[in-house]
């Protein structure tokens, strides 16, 4: 008989859904419903896609698009600009999950180096909401002086490196209120895959090598690690296949499977597995969703990733052809079943915003 484990709210705090200007990388419906296919109760999107989400008139657009059209939960992260725009955070730091703060080049134009202004933006930022980061390297270094001062939780997005893993290591010992994120790329892939992969294996941060791979699962052994995140970043595979690719990757509807497969393979335990994907997201967030939302996956089900079988409308998958375990099921979502393997069961607009008003 197939084995069936059951995740509590599986939560996926960094995806870029794109639409509105580039909806035609993927939009809310598309990639909500790649959400619930992937088991995701609730995911949160990033501001890094035009109209950026930097002031109240992009924020409110974004919020009444992802309230129309999304069929799982969600979050919206505010962005941090270049302009400053620190004087609007009290007036909207309610309706989002938290604060988005670009400090390494990356898709988009909110790249924040100068390190006073990052200071201003920390001063401004209203706990308990959270501050998401994309930092490498040095900077991480740089943002944790800032954490250190201000003591607003900390989230470092797609942490990828040995370097990056030990700075936070002395972190936490240090009692820093920081939390970490590591991709299913840096998990399952380094840089000798994108000499086969080509386009479709760069993203930022860029894959690895071997060691720095090996120092993220040995962080995700000691708990260093909190979370698991897709970082979906949805680009058309013409753009991709163009002189100048953009950097990112899809991965809503394959990190569940990559990590089933640890699972089978005895890198990870069923705790680890249910921590990464749901409950230390959970925490960070402040959420509690009721019993009864919830994922069922089929952890014996073993299949090929194909790009024809995603729902993301970017049509393709860095992991393409890889062998996996781990097959959705059903998902559960306040009471009401969501998916129930092969279609999502809920109309467009049937997602919440899990925070504001709303919640
Ligand atoms: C992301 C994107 O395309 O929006 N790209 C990426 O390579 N990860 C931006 C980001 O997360 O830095
Ligand atoms: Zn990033
Ligand atoms: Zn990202």
Not at 90 to 105: E, M, R, S, T
Not at 116 to 135: G, Q
Not at 274 to 282: C, K, P, T, Y
């Amino acid at each position: 008989m197939a084995r069936t484990i059951k995740i509590p709210g599986m939560v996926d705090p960094h995806v870029h859904l794109r639409g509105m200007e580039w909806d035609y990388k993927a939009d809310f419906a598309s990639e909500t419903a790649a959400a619930l296919a992937g088991g995701y109760w609730a995911i949160f999107d990033m501001p890094n896609t035009p109209p950026t989400t930097t002031d109240q008139t992009a924020l409110d657009r974004k919020l009444t698009a992802m309230g129309r059209d999304a069929v799982c939960d969600w979050g919206i992260y505010f962005g941090a600009s270049q302009a400053d725009n620190t004087a609007v955070y009290a007036a909207i730091f309610n309706a989002v999950c938290g604060l988005k703060i670009y400090n390494n080049q990356t898709t988009g134009d909110l790249l924040i180096e100068d390190q006073v202004l990052r200071d201003r933006i920390y001063a401004a930022w209203p706990p308990p909401r959270v501050i998401a980061v994309h930092a490498e390297g040095q900077t991480v270094a740089d943002i944790l002086a800032l954490v250190r001062e201000y003591r607003t939780w900390t989230h470092f997005c797609h942490i990828s490196t040995a370097e990056e893993i030990d700075l936070l290591r002395t972190a936490k010992a240090d009692g820093l209120p920081v939390s970490v994120g590591v991709t299913p790329h840096h998990l399952f892939l380094t840089k000798m895959d994108v000499n086969c992969l080509g386009a479709l294996g760069r993203m930022k941060p860029e894959l690895k090598t071997q060691a720095d791979q090996d120092a993220l699962w040995a962080g995700i052994a000691d708990g260093i690690v909190d979370v698991v995140e897709s970082d979906h970043a949805p680009h058309t595979l013409a753009e991709k296949e163009s002189d100048k690719p953009p950097f990112g990757v899809p991965g809503l509807e394959t990190t569940l499977p990559l990590m089933c497969t640890a699972l089978r393979d005895g890198r990870i335990t069923e705790t680890q597995l249910v921590d990464l994907l749901a409950l230390n997201a959970q925490k960070i967030f402040k959420l509690t969703p009721g019993a009864d939302t919830y994922t069922l996956v089929d952890i014996d089900a073993a299949y090929d990733i194909k790009r024809d079988n995603l729902r993301t409308k970017c049509g393709w998958s860095p992991f393409e052809g890889m062998r996996v375990v781990g097959a959705v099921r059903e998902v559960w979502i306040r009471g009401t079943q969501v998916f129930d393997g092969e279609n999502v069961l809920v109309a467009s607009g049937f997602g919440q915003n899990l925070f504001g008003e709303q919640a």
